[in-house]
């Protein structure tokens, strides 16, 4: 048992200033757009560089445009006023980005961001700050008793049955399947989430995490289970935490704080006192961890390792599309199983060359879709 990673998972913040007029009017022209077809829209703000998209939707909290800069980079949220006393931005930094990057980088670029794009900012103030850690081989089932905190602390399990794959959420009972995750504590407070990494990763198709973690995806045997401990904007108001100097400063007391208040604990038969349980070795190592390194975080990957990893994954799906869909159009074209390999491709061929010349400005607009949706993760 020992951490293949850490670090904090998510950064975000509100910001208090304006983007100009212009900017404004700018950013309605193109979520017309954005709207009328349904997609994100590629958008250039001012002299930034970065490659950015403008959503079709909003945010909650009054945020009328919404700008990503891909899986790997931040979301930035503004509302559609110039008064630039009021909050008007709201920067969310994706766990990619932090665990590529880091802290100190991913906050930086982001701010770099808001400037350029011309956003005046007068100040920040931190909203959530998520830490992570990653454990290799843990060898333990997790067992939501065995988690103690306050008695007003809620506690959810989600359990995965053995006969289906369907995660169910539901009240921290006792059952015999197996537990995915446990999460104690409510946002926007403080909460700590212990749960199955391995199995998300693959779940939610993000498999860059083996490159970060150095293991084969293969390998059944290799588990990970991430703990990752939450502070919202009302946990970080106890510590009054507002400024990137009040966030270096005092993080790391807000995460002692929580290992301290929810444990994970070895019961004893001889002690009906849970307060007396010694940690689970698990505890003793997170906390160790969290009291020694939490701002020492560092990514070791090379980041282009990372996208070269979701590209080959990408096109490995539409490949698989493309298969899938050969097996129906030869079913439906009544060509023989034997004869799929040779006729397809040239029926592929031909049907390509007709819609590209038929109508090449509906194929390329098709193309320029994909490669506007795919923009941050393919080659320049």
Aim: charged share 25%; with cysteine; glycine share 6%.
């Amino acid at each position: 048992m020992k951490i293949i990673h850490s670090g904090f998972d998510t950064i975000s913040f509100a910001v208090q200033g304006a983007l100009s007029e212009q900017s404004l009017a700018h950013l309605a022209e193109i979520k017309e757009i954005a709207v009328t077809e349904e997609r994100a829209v590629p958008v250039c703000l001012g002299y930034c560089k970065v490659p950015m998209n403008l959503n079709n939707q909003g945010q909650k909290g009054g945020y009328a445009y919404v700008l990503t800069t891909g899986e790997f980079g931040a979301v930035f949220s503004f509302k559609s006023n110039v008064d630039r006393k009021g909050w008007n931005g709201f920067v969310k930094i994706r766990s990619q980005n932090l665990a590529r990057f880091g802290w100190r980088k991913s906050i930086t670029e982001a701010l770099e961001v808001l400037r350029d794009i011309g956003f005046f900012t007068l100040s920040i103030s931190m909203n959530r700050v998520d830490y992570c850690m990653d454990v290799l081989n843990m060898g333990i089932e997790l067992n939501p008793s065995d988690f103690i905190a306050h008695a007003r602390v809620t506690k959810n399990t989600r359990y995965q049955t053995e006969k289906t794959s369907l995660q169910i959420d539901k009240q921290s009972i006792s059952r015999s399947d197996r537990v995915v995750s446990i999460t104690l504590g409510k946002m926007p407070g403080r909460q700590v989430i212990t749960y199955d990494k391995r199995a998300e990763a693959i779940a939610k198709r993000k498999p860059f995490w083996f490159a970060l973690w150095g293991i084969n995806r293969a390998d059944i045997t290799q588990t990970v289970h991430r703990v990752e401990l939450r502070a919202g904007k009302k946990e970080l108001e106890k510590y009054r935490i507002k400024s990137l100097v009040d966030f270096e400063k005092s993080i790391g007391d807000v995460f002692n704080k929580i290992v301290r208040a929810i444990r994970y604990v070895i019961p004893s038969d001889n002690d009906t006192n849970v307060s007396r349980y010694p940690n689970h070795p698990l505890w003793d190592m997170i906390s160790e961890h969290v009291n020694s390194q939490l701002l020492a975080h560092t990514s070791r990957i090379d980041p282009e390792t990372i996208l070269e990893v979701i590209r080959e994954e990408k096109a490995n799906e539409y490949m698989q599309n493309i298969i899938g869909n050969a097996a129906g159009f030869s079913v439906c074209s009544r060509i023989d199983f034997g004869s799929i390999s040779e006729k397809v491709p040239v029926l592929l061929k031909e049907a390509l060359e007709s819609a590209i010349s038929n109508n090449p400005e509906k194929f390329s607009r098709t193309y320029t879709r994909a490669k506007d949706r795919l923009r941050f993760i393919s080659p320049s």
